[in-house]
């Protein structure tokens, strides 16, 4: 799968396997988020809605609330609020996979 979105992220596919190696691991959805802009410089949301959606197989609308979250929490949406939006698709995923 190819796209702009998905062509401007280095090792797209890799950084697929990374999150859904992480939601096994357990961790929330906030921390995989701060992993994908502090670690892999993924700066924007565009990215970060791609990265969910294909890495844990749901749809656009399933995830847009991370666009009113942002690292430094001076998004719409705090780290425990994005939680509350993301884990049950990340469960869902954990528990299919």
Not at 72 to 90: A, H, R, T, V, Y
């Amino acid at each position: 799968m190819s796209t702009p979105i998905s062509d401007s992220i280095p090792d797209f596919e890799s950084r697929l396997a990374d999150v859904q190696g992480m939601a096994r691991a357990g961790c929330k959805a906030d921390e995989i988020l701060k992993y994908l802009v502090s670690d892999c410089g993924l700066p924007g949301k565009a990215q970060l809605m791609l990265i969910f959606r294909y890495g844990f197989d749901t749809q656009l609308k399933d995830i847009s609330c991370i666009g009113g979250w942002w690292i430094n929490g001076k998004g719409e949406l705090g780290d425990s609020e994005i939680n509350e939006f993301l884990q049950p698709i990340i469960n869902r995923y954990v528990a299919k996979n």
